[in-house]
């Protein structure tokens, strides 16, 4: 009967014994699993306190913070970092101010761009040259409007040394000396009654090489005035060497070269060629006149035809390449950047200057802030100039801190 007290007892204990372990194992395996299911988080990650993040709107879930090895929002959290880690800058002295002149001493308003006027070439010009150079704008390019009795198909007045350009130039060096910088258009647009930036035959055809004869002379007669830098706008194939070689046999071996490598034959031109009344005309019966110069200006869907012109040019020997339009053709500015070393101009032309001022005048948008991001955009892309009809107003801006202010405070 002990033995089998004892063997009872014995067979309890072992129960107990099992009954224990299996207990013990269990509590292994749930605290296994609650360690495996909920892995703790660093100190250094704890979610930051209240205080730190202010107060959250009611219904704000809680949750661990992320483990995210980078956080690029931490280098944008205030203006001073912002402002340090920036990899593009706009200054007044990247503008080029555009100028309308005609040969009268009143200002008249261009309809299509508001804010801008043909100016008096006496007066007019010489105050918004000032105004300029007091926001630190030191570069202007003038455009005149020639009188309609003066142009003639074959455009002589572009290089008559008493023109309006000549004199408008000369005024500018005498007043003003080496604090400005003026760049000039060479092509026969402005000078020709058919409209086009060279001579037109009666079969409708742009004369290339009889063009560029006129584009030597009307560039040595804009350096002969004062011209620091000539600006050839007419497309025309050969212009940048043709116009070297004349600025050198003249002596104006430092007269330097800006020229229109990637001009498109874009829709954003329309104001501007309101302001100088150069859209090409219908011809007399006997004449063919194109309506429009997509002979010579580049057709908007190529991007290869860009690196080609530029690729002349430089050969030519021009001292800055400019892509026109600006904001439509961002791509057309990163690629001339990445395959050359020389400077690259944008043009933000009337188009895009009317369309933000008729924007901002609906309250469609913030004009401050859309036309320094706009011009940031240029920079951004590659160019090292930018010619813009908002260069006095938005280096004003910039003075004041407006780059600063469209990026929202701190």
């Not at 929002?73 to 203006?79: A, L, T």
């Amino acid at each position: 009967m002990m033995a089998t007290r004892m063997s009872a007892s014995s067979s309890s204990g072992k129960k107990t014994s099992s009954k224990a372990r299996s207990s013990s194992s269990s509590s292994n395996v749930r605290r296994l699993r609650a360690t495996t299911s909920a892995p703790t988080t660093p100190a250094s990650s704890a979610a930051p306190p209240a205080s730190a993040r202010g107060g959250v709107p009611e219904g704000t879930p809680v949750v661990e913070p992320r483990d995210l090895p980078s956080r690029p929002r931490r280098n944008r959290k205030s203006r001073h970092l912002r402002r340090a880690f920036s990899e593009t800058t706009v200054r007044p002295e990247h503008f080029i101010l555009p100028v309308f002149v005609h040969d009268g001493e009143e200002d008249i308003p261009i309809n299509a761009m508001p804010g801008v006027s043909r100016l008096g070439w006496q007066n007019g010009l010489v105050r918004e040259v000032e105004a300029a150079m007091k926001e630190g704008v030191h570069q202007v390019v003038i455009f005149p409007k020639t009188p309609d009795e003066l142009k003639t198909s074959t455009a002589e007045e572009a290089f008559n040394p008493d023109g309006l350009a000549q004199r408008s130039i000369s005024l500018l060096k005498e007043k003003f000396g080496n604090d400005i910088v003026v760049y000039t258009d060479v092509a026969l647009d402005p000078y020709n009654s058919d409209g086009h930036d060279g001579i037109v035959s009666d079969a409708g055809v742009i004369l290339n090489d009889e063009t560029i004869h006129y584009l030597q002379k009307q560039a040595v007669s804009q350096a002969r005035a004062g011209a620091d830098c000539v600006s050839p706008s007419d497309m025309m194939d050969g212009r940048v060497a043709a116009i070297r070689e004349a600025l050198d046999a003249e002596g104006f071996t430092d007269v330097s070269i800006m020229s229109y490598t990637a001009k498109y034959a874009s829709a954003f031109y329309g104001p501007f060629r309101e302001a100088l009344a150069s859209a090409p005309k219908a011809g007399e019966a006997h004449r063919i006149i194109p309506p429009n110069k997509k002979t010579y200006q580049q057709d908007p869907a190529n991007y290869r035809e860009a690196l080609r012109e530029a690729m002349l040019d430089e050969e030519e020997g021009a001292d800055i390449m400019m892509v026109k339009p600006g904001m439509p053709y961002l791509d057309i500015i990163r690629l001339l950047r990445d395959n050359t070393t020389l400077p690259v101009a944008a043009y933000h032309v009337s188009g895009e200057y009317s369309m933000l001022k008729a924007a901002a005048a609906a309250g469609y948008l913030n004009e401050q802030d859309a036309v320094l991001e706009s011009l940031l955009s240029m920079r951004r892309a590659g160019s090292d100039l930018i010619l813009t009809y908002y260069a006095t107003q938005a280096a004003r801006w910039i003075q004041e801190g407006g780059l600063d202010a469209s990026q929202g405070g701190d």
